[in-house]
Nanobody, 124 residues
Framework: QVHLQESGPGLVRPGQTISLICSVS????????WHWIRQPPGKALEWVGT???????FYHPSLNSRASISRGTSKNHINLQLNSVSPKDTGVYFC??????????????????WGQGTQVTVSS
């Protein structure tokens, strides 16, 4: 059984960097595709970015290069850094796994596994 668990700072001030970790058990992060997805309050899910099993990354173009996804292979986790945050970056951040990609957001049922999500609030 694959288990994903997100963790992060909770509250971040505008202009700072969000650093989130998705800890994965039951599957190697060197297989499949791993995604960060967020949900702003009252809004739909929004794809943030993806890292593939070969290490290739791609991101939502609206993030203007503020996002960076990396892997911690020794600990089997996926990292997300989001720089220069604003209140618009507030939301619940999820990590998810899929067997394929389309360069953006898949349908919810196309993700094989999801974490429970971690709340990130950007506020002064």
């Amino acid at each position: 059984q694959v288990h994903l668990q997100e963790s992060g700072p909770g509250l971040v001030r505008p202009g700072q960097t969000i650093s989130l970790i998705c800890s994965v058990s039951g599957e190697s992060i060197l297989t499949h595709y791993w995604h960060w997805i967020r949900q702003p309050p009252g809004k739909a899910l929004e794809w943030v970015g993806t890292i593939g099993y070969g290490g290739t990354t791609f991101y939502h173009p609206s993030l203007n290069s503020r996002a960076s996804i990396s892997r911690g292979t020794s600990k089997n986790h996926i990292n997300l850094q989001l720089n220069s945050v604003s209140p618009k970056d507030t939301g619940v951040y999820f990590c998810a796994r899929s067997a394929y990609v389309n360069g953006g957001m898949l349908k919810r049922e196309e993700y094989d596994d999801w974490g429970q999500g971690t709340q990130v609030t950007v506020s002064s």
